[in-house]
């Protein structure tokens, strides 16, 4: 009992040992536990962190592998310091007004100096308004963006800031592809590195396409608000700064309705963000700007008035600056001419050609000669501009074509072309019956993908040069009928003047002193060298006729006879001082005009003889300036230099008065002043000339065809040019005083008997006054018709011929 009672004992004493024991354990296997626990989270966290590590570091590889195999050929940022994006050249006349613009790109480069702050921050308000504060990126916009990408698989969605638009437009291609996206991340990092922000928005306001072909801030204020970019208002820059998101979408003048919603977002932005970015501009003015009436300028594009001055401009340019700086422009070209003369001067061209279609019948409708139609059975080369025989074979009224046969090419001419020809507007099938034969000009060889084009040569064509005899400007300058571009023939043509040349024959021979206006020539039949030449009216011969009288009259033989007195090679010398830089045939034939010559060179070369005999070379270009200012150098040209004393330039003037008073050239009386000129008609009447001047202008006219036609029956400078001549001068002399050509000194003048150019005797009926230079009038007077001759009175009395 007792040992059982010990037992007992025992185990109840050992119970709460035991309990603790366990109690002990579990506790023991609780913290083994934990130990477990944090012993495999730490190992789970390094895992995690070394996959994380390993994942980011081929991340970063992958990124930066990315980033430096696409900045691999990458454009340089540098080129945009020195921007010179193409501009547009002006082209003014002396006045200033415009005459025309030449560009690749409508565009006009303006400092931000310039730029009014109300259009700043428009375009910030409504393209980024974080410009400032961003490092070129929008990071939360390219997340969107890639998103978007890749759920689409294609770049849907820009997020470009200004930085980007102007990576995209000046460095990188167009093109929507994520590749070029991340290239243009790269370069808008660059650019934001090397350039300021104020550089940045500069190159942006500049380039950006505004519509309608305008490009920049500048032209796209002229453009449609007819004013210089700083002078625009909030309302007017808040419409603006709308545009350049869709140009064609939101113009104010294709879709007016649209452009004020734009407009009224980005008053809205400029609204909400002002506080934070732009506190500067108050709640007034941008409510004001919300109903303020904007005006939009009517779009107007210059008239084309001087094609021939024009392309006179860009050759000079691209001769001074090159090429590729030609072609970038940015220039202003000053020049001579007169945008109203010019005008006119054209005006008055076409109404003389269009007398002379009526005249000669050269207007539709065209009827077909008599016989049979015959085409060409074998093909000719043709060439580009030249002119060939044609026959109409057909016409396509819809669309306003005339159909012809051209050296057994099939060819088309446009209506179109025609309107100074057909002006009862008829169809092209009425216009020119099938089998009419015309002459037709190459416009447009023919191709695998397009016809043979050209037009049809019905009626003349013609030049007028207009020059102030004092400063040798170009007043104007018209190379043909319509204001196109084309063959200027009044700077390129070289035509035979006829006798318009004579007054350069006679002004050598009065300078020499061995002639006088006085002086007796003959005018008779003769043969030099196997060449009998004839007057123009073949008929008539004066005898022995002053030199005044023969040039007011136009007599032939006696310029030819003047020529040879004063040899041709003298007469081409003298003609080069002139200006006249033609290649002259030094032969007798050359005192009638045979030798082409310029239009330009014969009208400067009668202003050496309005300008007292100074000859000086015209001038069409004043000044050139590039996009800073700065004076373009012009070509050298040849120093002024006297060919004349101006005593016998002014007996030159004088002898050419004597054409209008009482010569080939009465029609110009009309002008009630002073005048001087001569006309000239070449053969079978290829070419009529009138050139003349007043104390205040010269003025030369041509007409004639390029294929070197005859005019028709009846024409001639006095009937052709002559008129277009009066009409020309009459407008530009209409409200100027009338003055006399000033006399210089050196000139003498005296009363001589107009047979026999001898001094006129006491009381003698029918004396005239001449002029003379001094020392070369007549000493022996004339003989008074009841006065023996004792020298010839025996052979008359013996019954010879009095000479």
Known sequence: MSAQRTNQKERNNSAPYLGQTKRRSKTANVKRAKKRFRVSRWTWTARILVVAFFLLSVATVTIVGTLSYFARDLPTVEALRNYRPKQITRVLDRHGALIAELFKERRSVVPMAKIPRVLVLSVLAAEDADFYRHKGLDYAGIARALLRDLISGKAMQGASTITQQIVKNLLLTPERTITRKIRELILARRLEQRLEKDQILFLYLNHIPFGHGRCGVQEASRFYFNKDVDKLNLAEASLLAGIPQAPSRYSPITHPLAARRRQRYVLDQLEAKREIYWSDISLTEIRKARTAEIEIAKATNPPAQAPEVVEFARRILRQQVGGKAAESGGYTIETTVDSKIEIAARAALRAGLIEIDQRQANRGPLKAWRGRVQTSREKKRLKLGATYDAVVTGADDERGLIELDVGGHRATADMADLARFNPTRLQASRFAQKGVRVRFSVQQLASENRPLKGRLELGPQGAVVVIDPRSRDVLALVGGDEAIFGFDRAMNAIRQPGSAFKPIVYALALSSGRFTPATLVLDAPEVFDEWKPNNYETWHYEGAVRLREALAKSINLVAIRVTKEMTPVEVVKFAKKLGVTSQLEPSLALGLGASGVRPIELVNAYATFAAGGRYQPYRIIRRITDQKGQTV???????????????????????LTSVVREGTATAARKLHRPAAGKTGTSNRARDAWFVGYTPEVVVGVWVGYDDDRPLGKGESGAKSALPIWIDVVGDLVKARPVVDFPVPSG?????????????????????????????????ETARPPDLVDTSTYLIEQLGGLKQ
């Open 633 to 655: 150098k012009l070509p050298r040209q040849q120093l002024p230099s006297d060919v004349m004393t101006p005593a016998a330039a002014y007996l030159v003037t004088s002898l």
């Open 747 to 779: 000139v003498v003048t005296v009363r001589i008997d107009p047979e026999t150019g001898l001094l006129a005797y006491e009381g003698m009926q029918g004396a005239i006054e001449e002029v003379f230079l001094s020392g070369t009038a007549p000493v």
